[in-house]
């Protein structure tokens, strides 16, 4: 079981949103590139970074951290917020990320994703974001009609190397991730899966490791707020 540590960054500091709303976020002190190291310091080996920058824009805004976080603390870091070019995935695959994450751009234009997996192989991850089992883009702020597996079967074959599930109800709210929508994608997606949203504590880790086709699981605001230690958390982390 991976453990990716979040970081999330506006304006070039960490912060959390409650349920991807940028009007409910909590500031913290330490910059990415010292959140980062502190990660690195305590021995994980992955990251989980959004640029919530880019979601909004459409750039890669905070190219410069992360390339920086890359090549400072050799971490495996995917990256995700606002990607809709493949000239923005090259940047960050040249920056040295092990995975790109494609939500809303991928969701709106399944050629684009295509596209991105044969042109990226392995480097590909699909963000899906869900509420009430509906897909929703655009920084969550556009729901879809669109049910979450009904768009996994068809783009299952695409290539893509890792899928990501967030339960947006959930996100930030630490009362433990939606486990039971997120075994249903396992159960039929073609790449192993990361949980996210709602980590409220070690037992929430354990038990995401009884299940099958999860590949790992991403904890943001649980570590900010000091529910979960990290001497804790990386025992966890395989």
């Not at 490791?209 to 904890?219: A, D, M, T």
Request: charged share 30%.
């Amino acid at each position: 079981m991976k453990i990716f540590p979040a970081i999330d960054i506006k304006d070039g500091k960490c912060v959390r949103l409650v349920k991807g709303d940028f009007k409910n976020k909590t500031e913290y002190e330490m910059s990415p590139v010292e959140q980062a190291s502190k990660y690195k310091d305590h021995g994980f080996k992955n990251l989980h970074i959004v640029d919530l920058d880019g979601a909004l824009t459409g750039e890669t805004v905070n190219l410069g951290a992360i390339h920086n976080i890359v090549s400072k603390f050799d971490l495996k870091v995917e990256i995700g917020g606002g990607i809709r070019k493949l000239d923005s995935i090259q940047k960050y695959v040249d920056a040295g990320v092990e995975k790109v994450i494609l939500g809303s751009a991928a969701i709106k234009d399944k050629k684009f994703l295509k596209e991105a997996c044969k042109k990226f192989p392995n480097k590909i991850a699909l963000g899906l974001d869900a509420k009430d089992g509906y897909l929703s883009v655009s920084g969550w702020k556009e729901n879809t009609n669109q049910l979450s597996l009904d768009y996994l079967n068809e783009v299952n074959d695409y290539g893509v190397s890792r899928l990501i599930y967030t339960d947006i109800n959930k996100d930030g709210m630490k009362q433990s991730p939606n486990f039971e929508d997120t075994s249903k994608i396992a159960a039929k997606s073609n790449c192993p899966v990361i949980i996210s949203g709602g980590v409220s504590s070690i037992d929430d880790i354990k038990k995401a490791k009884g299940l099958k086709n999860i590949e790992g699981i991403i904890v943001g605001k649980a570590i900010y707020d000091g529910d979960i230690k990290l001497e804790e958390l990386v025992k966890e982390d395989a």
